[in-house]
């Protein structure tokens, strides 16, 4: 099973959980016995899957060089911050507050969590993970050579003849900064809960929304706001408007030059993933198949399919595929993620607020390296 799944299911697990508890609370009272059956059988498949994902990650680790700016992992968060961090969240602000930072506007949450947070929205959401990203406050203007308009060109020529110049331009894609927050709320029984893991609980929260809307901004966009890979040159459209060919995948393939292939991957929903894996060849063969050397469990035409619930499915006027290196996606972050504790806000609902807040854009800034496949508009 693929680390992502390992990780939904885990978050499944947690929301039962969450369930459970809330039920109890709102109706006063204690678990039933198949209550407390479910809850502790979901806390225990939690615990064995939480360790599982952890020791693939460290395999995974072991054969990839991490970079020493990458964001820290979980045993890298210092346990004096992890704890103030937990204690902050329970209230018990004065056993730990020499771990944290107060102001007028409440405590400033140890950068090592928030790093953390990041790191799990590059685990869930690889289309962040692969994209070029650029670190920096203000507008950037990134340029890139344009030969749409006219190239340079090579001709026959004669003596004492003059050559006529030809030459493209330079042009620029401009990245601004979109402010996006994300509010998760914690049911007061799991916070209570001494021996629930509070902090890993929160960071898994708070990851998963926002590497979701992230992934569907980068792949799909918003007017006037992120444009992601909406606005894709490249863009190949289907003869139909309810269904996608072979011949139609493979156009969509060959229109990034080979020399961005080997970086390239298929982005789709479930749905169309499944449409996809009736497909046959001449020779009866199918076209798409199960690959566990691959990132996400199948490989079409010799590349990685990653299925993503952002992604619309086959639907009339609404890109169906996209594929190529997502390096060509530019993602610059004005304001790196920072989160704060809401203890009082949503106290009525019996429950603390996390909230988080990162500022953000996206473009394509190699259009060679991403295309679109398109359904075609409803007759």
């Given amino acids: 099973m693929e680390l992502k799944a390992l990780i939904d299911r885990r978050n499944e697990l947690v929301g039962v959980m969450e369930q459970l508890s809330g039920t109890a609370t709102n109706e006063v009272r204690a678990f039933t016995d198949e209550e407390r059956a479910q809850y502790d059988q979901a806390d225990t498949e939690r615990r064995n899957l939480e360790e599982t994902i952890k020791r693939i990650k460290e395999q995974r680790d072991s054969e990839i060089e991490v970079p020493a700016d990458e964001p ?27 771990n944290l930072t107060f102001t007028d506007n409440g405590a400033v949450i140890p950068s090592s969590i928030a790093n953390k947070i990041i790191e799990k929205i590059t685990d869930i959401c690889p289309i962040y993970q692969l994209a070029n990203k650029y670190n920096i406050g203000g507008n950037l203007s990134i340029p890139y050579y344009d030969e749409e308009s006219q190239a340079i060109t090579m001709t026959y020529a004669d003596e004492f003849t003059e050559l006529e110049s030809s030459s493209g331009k330079f042009a620029s894609i401009e990245l601004k900064g979109f402010l ?15 021996k629930f893991d ?24 918003t007017a006037s706001k992120i444009d992601g890979i909406s606005k894709a040159k490249q863009v190949i459209t289907a003869a139909a408007s309810d269904k996608i060919t072979t011949d139609e995948l493979i156009d969509l393939q060959e229109s990034i030059p080979d020399a961005y292939q080997q970086g390239a991957v298929w982005i789709m929903s479930k749905a169309t993933r499944t449409a996809i894996r009736k497909f046959k060849d001449n020779d009866g063969n199918y076209i798409l198949n199960k690959d566990m050397t691959s990132r996400w469990g199948y490989t079409l035409f010799g590349r990685d399919v990653y299925v993503s619930s952002q992604m619309s499915d086959i639907t009339a006027d609404k890109p169906a595929v996209i594929y190529g290196d997502m390096s060509g996606l530019a993602v610059k972050i004005s304001e790196e993620f920072k989160i704060q504790v809401l203890r009082e806000k949503y106290a009525t609902e019996h429950a603390v607020g996390v909230v988080g807040w990162m500022e953000l854009d996206s473009k394509i800034e190699n259009e060679q390296k991403i295309a679109v496949l398109k359904m075609a508009a409803e007759e």
């Fill in 198 to 221: 509070i902090v890993g609980y929160v960071i898994e929260k708070v990851a998963l929304a926002a590497a979701r809307w992230i992934e569907r901004e980068l792949l799909l966009g």
């Fill in 72 to 98: 820290q992992s979980a045993e890298d968060i210092p346990d004096e911050e992890y704890r103030a961090f937990g204690d902050y969240i329970r209230g018990n602000v004065s056993t730990r507050a020499d």
């Fill in 180 to 194: 996006a927050g994300v509010l998760s709320k914690i049911s007061l029984s799991l916070v209570n809960n001494s």
